[in-house]
Nanobody
Framework: EVQLVESGGGLVQAGGSLRLSCTAS????????IGWFRQAPGNAREGISC????????YYADSVKGRFTISSDNAKNTVYLHMNNPKPEDTAVYYC????????????????????????WGQGTQVTVSS
C-alpha cells in the first residue's frame, strides 16, 4: 500500500520556524520526485517546492524562495520542508506528493505548476502562521 504521511504541522509565529516531514512507503522512493503543495481556503493548490534525487535538483516557487528549504533523507524515505521566517500568508494545508521520475528540470517545474496527473498524495497537514 502506497502511503505519504505528513507530520510537523501546527501553529507557528511569524518569523519563527517549522519543519514538515513526509515519510513515504509502498513505492521505490528514489524513482520519484517528492514535492510539497499547499492550499489555503478559497485558493488553488500551489506547488511550492520539490526535490528529485535522480536529477539532484530542487525547485522553489517564488513565494517561498529564500525562506523554505527542501531536503531528502533517502535512507529514511523522508523529505523535509524547513520553513524559516514564515508569514501569515503561508497559512494553508500542506500536502506531500510523489510523481514518477520527471526526467528534466522543465518537467519538474511543469509538475509543480500543473499537478493534475500526480501519482500519489498525502492527506495534508495544517500550518497556521500567526502575526
Amino acid at each position: 500500500e502506497v502511503q505519504l504521511v505528513e507530520s510537523g504541522g501546527g501553529l507557528v509565529q511569524a518569523g519563527g520556524s517549522l519543519r514538515l516531514s513526509c515519510t513515504a512507503s509502498g513505492f521505490t522512493f528514489d524513482d520519484y520526485a517528492i514535492g510539497w503543495f499547499r492550499q489555503a481556503p478559497g485558493n488553488a493548490r500551489e506547488g511550492i517546492s520539490c526535490i528529485s534525487s535522480t536529477l539532484n535538483i530542487t525547485y522553489y516557487a517564488d513565494s517561498v524562495k529564500g525562506r523554505f528549504t527542501i531536503s531528502s533523507d533517502n535512507a529514511k524515505n523522508t523529505v523535509y520542508l524547513h520553513m524559516n521566517n514564515p508569514k501569515p500568508e503561508d497559512t494553508a494545508v500542506y500536502y506531500c506528493a510523489a510523481d514518477w521520475g520527471p526526467t528534466s528540470t522543465l518537467l519538474l517545474t511543469q509538475w509543480m505548476l500543473y499537478p493534475g496527473e500526480t501519482d500519489y498524495w498525502g492527506q495534508g497537514t495544517q500550518v497556521t502562521v500567526s502575526s
